[in-house]
């Protein structure tokens, strides 16, 4: 009765009500905590094609360091002749995301790596 959502109320009242924020990763962390957010990267290039160039020198810089921190993490790298340069994350539930990284520096690749990583793409 009234009784009882007035005490309700007053219950609710004295207890903030505290959200879990989202995690917050750090410029480098998102490495480690990969397996964490994503299930698989597959990584698509051509290997001779300027345009994955910075796809290439992204991979060569940071598989070995990515494979380190999330050595079971299937972390994939397909290569064919004239395809454009995408990188692909597979989440939970099937739920896919493919980003476009043709013509992308290095660091504009990883930059778009972290955003699939993080969900924020």
């Known amino acids: ?54 796809v290439r ?6 598989y070995v360091p990515l494979k380190e921190a999330n050595p079971t993490f299937p972390l994939l790298v397909r290569e064919a002749d004239g395809v454009g340069a995408s990188v692909l994350a597979r989440y939970s539930f099937g739920k896919e995301k493919t980003v476009d990284v043709s013509n992308l520096s290095a660091e504009q690749v990883e930059s778009k790596v972290e955003a699939l990583v993080k969900g924020s793409l």
């Open 1 to 54: 009765g009234a009784h009882d959502e007035a005490k309700l109320r007053h219950v609710l009242a004295a207890r903030p009500v505290r959200l879990r924020p989202r995690p917050v990763l750090s410029k480098m962390a998102w490495r480690s905590a990969l397996s964490k957010h994503v299930s698989e990267l597959r990584f698509i290039m051509c290997p001779s094609s300027s345009a994955s160039a910075g």
């Open 57 to 62: 020198d992204f991979l060569k810089a940071s």
